[in-house]
Every structure is written in C-alpha cells, then in structure tokens.
Nanobody
Framework: QVLVVESGGGLVLAGGSLNLSCVASGGTGAGMDWYRQAPGKQRELVASITRGDYRYYSAPVKGRFTISLDSAKNTAYLQMNDLKPEDTGRYYC??????????WGQGTQVTVSS
C-alpha cells in the first residue's frame, strides 16, 4: 500500500518562495499530481508530472511553479516562486499505486500574506 506524505508548507510573504516535497512509499504507478484547496472552494489541480516527463501546469501558476520528479526516490517537488495571496490553500499530492488505486497525502498548508 502507498503512503503519501507532503511537507514544506508554511507562512510566507507575497513574492516569496516555498518548495514542497511529496514522498510516496510503496509501489507507485506513473506520475504524481499536486492539488490545492482553499477554504470553501473545490480542490483544483495545480501541476502534474509523469515518469515520461510530461508536465502540466494550471494557468494561474504557469511560469511561477515548477514540478519535478525524482523517480529513484519516489519524490515529487513543487517549487513555488513569486507567491501570491491567491495561492493560499492546503496543497495535496496524489499518486497511483501498483494496484491502480489513487492515494492522497494529508496535505501541507501554504499561507501567503500581503
């Protein structure tokens, strides 16, 4: 079974940077995704990466965020630069296991103040 653990969130001023990490233990399938959810809003996809190095970014973060994957360590990163208050939310990592089921982490909180 896959255990997903996110880390690296925190409180930062607008214009600052954070680097989130997602470690997935156990056998995983292809790729990892980063989602975020603000209070009272739906969870939204932020960025995706596959083991074939296909990358996707949502329009609000394109040019500011960078997703990367260390396949040997089963670890995905989300480098977030030029953070804005609109980026505030809880960030979740999602991956698939060898059983093809989806596994989510508990999330890490990102708060950007102005």
């Amino acid at each position: 079974q896959v255990l997903v653990v996110e880390s690296g969130g925190g409180l930062v001023l607008a214009g600052g940077s954070l680097n989130l990490s997602c470690v997935a233990s156990g056998g995983t399938g292809a790729g990892m995704d980063w989602y975020r959810q603000a209070p009272g809003k739906q969870r939204e996809l932020v960025a995706s990466i596959t083991r074939g190095d296909y990358r996707y970014y949502s329009a609000p973060v394109k040019g500011r965020f960078t997703i990367s994957l260390d396949s040997a360590k089963n670890t995905a990163y989300l480098q977030m630069n030029d953070l804005k208050p609109e980026d505030t939310g809880r960030y979740y990592c999602r991956t698939s296991g060898i059983d093809s089921l989806q596994y989510w982490g508990q999330g890490t909180q990102v708060t950007v103040s102005s």
